[in-house]
C-alpha cells in the first residue's frame, strides 16, 4: 500500500509534466499502489498509447532517470518522444505479431500499463501477449476497463475485457482443481490454464484491473497440516439455514436472489 506522500508526489509529477495528459482522478492511487516498489530503480516501463506525451514525462520524474520508460503508439508522430530520451514503437495493439516484435527488441519489462485504444480485443491481446514477456514479479494494469460497458465498444457484445478478466480468475481455481477432483468440474482447457500460469493474482480497481506474475505461482497447491488433530469435530455447516436472500452486486439491474446452501 502507498503512502500519501507517494501519492503526492505521483500527483506532483504529472502537474508538472511539461506536455499534456488527463486521468482519471483517482487512478493515481492505484498508480501508486501497483508501482512505488519500482521508485528508484532500473526498471523497464512500458505505456501503451502516448497520446500527447505527457505521461511518458511523468513516470520518469516519478519513477527516476534510471527508469527505462518506453511508449508505444499506432500513431507514427509518437516517434518524436525519441527526441526526448523516451523509447518509442509503433504498431498495431491488436495484432499478437506486432507485440512480438517489440518483446524481441524490448526483451522482459518490469511492468505494462495499456492505456491504448481500449478495444476489449487490443486489452485481450496486449494482455496475453505481455503474459509471454513479463518479468519475474512484473506486473500488467489494463485501465479504462470501463469501456467494456460503452456504447461505443459495443461490437464486443458478452465477449468483453471485464468479462474474460472476470473468467481469467478462474484459472487461479483450476490451479488448486486436483485437491477436490469429485468436487470441482474437471479441467477441460488446459491450455488456458498453462497460459495464466504465471498469474499469481488478478486484482480489480474502479477501471482498472492488474494481473501480477510470479514464479511462485508455478508451484502445485497442496493441502498441509500444521499438526494432525488427535480428535475431530462435528462439522456443523448445514446445521443452520440453508439459503439467504440477497442483493446481487449488478449496478446496471436490480436484483434480489435466493442463494441457496448444501449440494444440488
Known amino acids: 500500500m502507498a503512502t500519501q506522500r507517494e501519492i503526492e ?45 505527457g ?43 506486432c507485440w512480438k516484435r517489440i518483446f524481441d527488441a524490448v526483451g522482459g519489462f518490469d511492468a505494462l500499463l495499456d492505456d491504448g485504444g481500449h478495444q476489449s480485443f487490443q486489452q485481450i491481446v496486449t494482455l496475453t501477449e505481455a503474459l509471454k514477456a513479463g518479468k519475474d514479479n512484473s506486473i500488467i494494469v489494463i485501465e479504462d476497463t470501463i469501456t467494456s460497458f460503452m456504447k461505443e465498444f459495443s461490437r464486443h ?28 468440474p474437471p479441467v477441460d482447457n488446459p491450455y488456458i490454464v498453462e497460459q495464466f500460469k504465471r498469474i499469481h493474482s488478478i486484482e480489480f480497481f474502479s477501471n482498472i484491473v492488474a494481473f501480477k506474475l510470479d514464479s511462485a505461482a508455478l508451484l502445485k497447491p497442496e493441502l498441509v497440516w500444521n499438526k494432525f488433530p488427535t480428535n475431530t469435530t462435528r462439522d456443523c455447516r448445514y446445521d443452520g439455514l440453508n439459503d439467504a436472500v440477497v442483493d446481487w452486486p449488478d449496478p446496471f439491474t436490480l436484483s434480489k436472489v435466493v442463494v441457496r446452501g448444501g449440494s444440488a
Open 9 to 53: 508526489r505521483l500527483i506532483e509529477c504529472y502537474r508538472n509534466s511539461p506536455q499534456p495528459s488527463f486521468k482519471v482522478s483517482n487512478y493515481f492511487r492505484i498508480y501508486a499502489d501497483l508501482f512505488s516498489h519500482l521508485v528508484g530503480t532500473n526498471c523497464t516501463i512500458i505505456e501503451t498509447g502516448v497520446f500527447a506525451g
Open 55 to 97: 505521461s511518458l514525462f511523468m513516470w520518469r520524474s516519478w519513477l527516476g532517470d534510471d527508469a527505462r520508460i518506453i511508449g508505444f503508439d499506432l500513431n507514427p508522430a509518437a516517434k518524436k518522444w525519441e527526441e526526448h530520451g523516451f523509447e518509442i514503437y509503433t504498431g498495431d495493439q491488436g495484432d499478437p505479431d
Open 157 to 184: 457484445r458478452e465477449h468483453s475485457f471485464l468479462e474474460y478478466a472476470k473468467d481469467a480468475t478462474d484459472t487461479l481455481i483450476a490451479k488448486a482443481s486436483h485437491l477436490w477432483p469429485n468436487q470441482l
